[in-house]
């Protein structure tokens, strides 16, 4: 099942209250309820002990989905928009993989450009031109083949 189906399916099984901050306040409610019955069984397996039951682990983690697809929906969020935007804003921050200097030296204008749809930041979806000679030399030599983004910009 993919998001946009999970948020379709999840809506049919949402009570609709009177009012949209009613409905607001009811799913994010909801998400603190979750959130806290998931940080209950790690609190009771530091604090006393107890095996984490990752069966009931899933089941919170799913219940908390449910209210932040019902969140979305209410307010016409496209959540799988809000995915990817959250993923190129990470890449702007960490463009390779996370690291403590650029965590602690974060350029929040371009983080803020990219959450307001302005940023020159790109995800491009690639394509792969092989020259003829790059085909005539070995496997690991890469000369030869280029990356380019369908649109020609970089």
Known sequence: MNIKEYCEKAELTRA??????DDNIHMLFGMLTELGEIT???????????????????EEVGD????IAGFCNIND???EEILQT????????YPEKFTTTHA??????KERS????TSELKVYDYRVEVKPQAI?????????IIFRPRNNKI
Do not use: C, H
């Open 104 to 109: 602690l030296n974060r350029d929040l204008e």
């Open 40 to 58: 209950d069984v790690f609190k009771k397996e530091l604090a006393y002990g107890k095996e984490v039951d990752w069966v009931n682990v899933k």
């Open 114 to 117: 990219i959450l307001e749809g």
């Open 86 to 93: 959250n993923i190129d804003k990470l890449r702007a921050r």
């Open 136 to 144: 005539l030399k070995s496997p690991q030599n890469v000369e030869g």
């Open 16 to 21: 609709t209250l009177e009012l949209t901050l």
């Open 64 to 67: 908390l989905m449910w209210y």
């Open 77 to 79: 969020f496209d959540l």
